[in-house]
């Protein structure tokens, strides 16, 4: 994959692309503010990004920013936001657009190196992928963002967002394979996502759940 990385702190940036060049993908930019990475998005159209939250000038939200402005100038590319921090309200925008193609990451929280790589690789490829902090603060902000579902269909969705398969989800749930696939029928039934050969309704309902 080609990769663009964004951090304004030097020894986090190039340990970053250090990681990512050692898993045999190809760093095309590395930069440390906001409208460098808008500047190096637009012109190299990179697999993914990855971005912290905060660069400057101002230190506070300045690379979530500059990665919803690359969305904008270049529909659904990947990003992939590395931070400390969660920023709720520019997390809701990002995911705003529903095309999915979309991550956050807690630093402190990355305990494995292949599971961050994986989640890299998910989000190059249309997934997305939520710290589990990330998600809980994002259901906080909410009040009952979809009163419809179950306190089980709403854990199943918390584990969809976070990235788990089926399969992970029934072992985290201990239900079965079979149980967990009712409970995404329904809750695709009460966010009212019919099949459809264009849309992924999996991203679809984790986006709808967090923006409703």
Do not use: W
């Amino acid at each position: 994959m080609r990769v663009v990385v964004a951090d304004d702190s030097v020894l986090l940036r190039e340990g970053i692309v250090r990681l990512v060049t050692e898993a045999g993908h190809e760093v095309v930019a590395a930069v440390g503010d906001g409208p460098s990475l808008v500047t190096a998005i637009t012109e190299h159209r990179p697999d993914v990004s990855i971005v912290d939250v905060r660069m400057p000038p101002s230190h506070t939200d300045e690379g979530l920013r500059a990665a919803i402005e690359a969305r904008r100038t270049v529909p659904g590319t990947p990003i992939l936001v590395l931070s400390q921090y969660v920023e709720v309200s520019y997390a809701d925008d990002l995911l705003a657009d529903r095309v999915g193609a979309v991550g956050y990451l807690l630093k402190d929280r990355v305990a494995d190196v292949d599971e961050f790589l994986d989640g890299l690789v998910r989000v190059a490829g249309g997934g997305t992928v939520l710290d589990p902090e990330v998600v809980s603060q994002l259901f906080v902000s909410r009040k009952d963002p979809v009163r419809t579902l179950t306190p089980r269909e709403r854990d199943v969705l918390r584990l969809m967002a976070e990235g788990r398969t089926n399969t992970a989800i029934a072992r985290a749930l201990v239900v079965t394979e079979g149980a967990v696939e009712k409970h995404i029928s329904n809750i695709f039934g009460k966010l009212g996502l019919a099949p459809s050969d264009s849309d992924h309704r999996r991203v679809m309902a984790v986006l709808s759940f967090l923006s409703s």
